[in-house]
């Protein structure tokens, strides 16, 4: 477990459900490690656009979403991954370990999360590592984002976003 999220999580009262398991590096390697784990899985994106601002997507685990198409809808000029480099330097995370909470390390980072993910009664995310995953209710979520003075901006199915 990444000790400054959970230092974080517990000094801001914060409650959780920790659990350790292998590296995963994928979403199908993330289902054969908790198949029928209550909530829901989340993938997050770390992207930056054409004048290096850095912004987060939070959406489930299974959908895809078309990043040209996100970009053009909320006006973000040529929007990309940013890359393991910008990754280590910005948010101080290797690949496959991206999260809402890296946002305790971020300063001027955009935060999208998917409508469904907002509904939903309890999420997890790796804690900034890929050996684990916290499990988080959307009432412990909303303190931690009130915490880190963050507000995000929360986009559902648009027309011209295609999950599927």
């Not at 979520?141 to 963050?150: E, G, M, P, R, S």
Request: charged content about 20%; overall charge negative.
């Amino acid at each position: 477990m990444d000790q400054q999220v959970v230092q974080f999580l517990d000094t801001h009262n914060i409650s959780y459900i920790p659990y350790t398991h292998e590296a995963v590096f994928t979403v199908d390697a993330a289902d054969r490690v908790f198949p029928n784990i209550a909530g829901m899985h989340v993938k997050n994106l770390f992207l930056k656009d054409r004048y290096g601002k850095f912004y987060l997507v939070c959406i489930e685990a299974h959908k895809r979403l078309p990043i040209k198409d996100f970009g053009r809808k909320f006006w973000i000029k040529e929007l990309s991954f940013g890359s393991p480099e910008e990754l280590l330097r910005e948010m101080h995370l290797t690949p496959w370990s991206v999260s809402l909470f890296w946002l305790i390390y971020a300063k001027d980072i955009n935060v999208y999360i998917d409508e469904d993910i907002w509904t939903t009664t309890t999420v997890w995310w790796h804690p900034n590592i890929n050996t684990a995953t916290i499990m988080i209710t959307h009432e412990w979520l909303d303190t931690f984002l009130k915490a880190i003075n963050t507000i995000p901006t929360i986009f559902d199915k648009l027309s011209k976003l295609d999950y599927n």
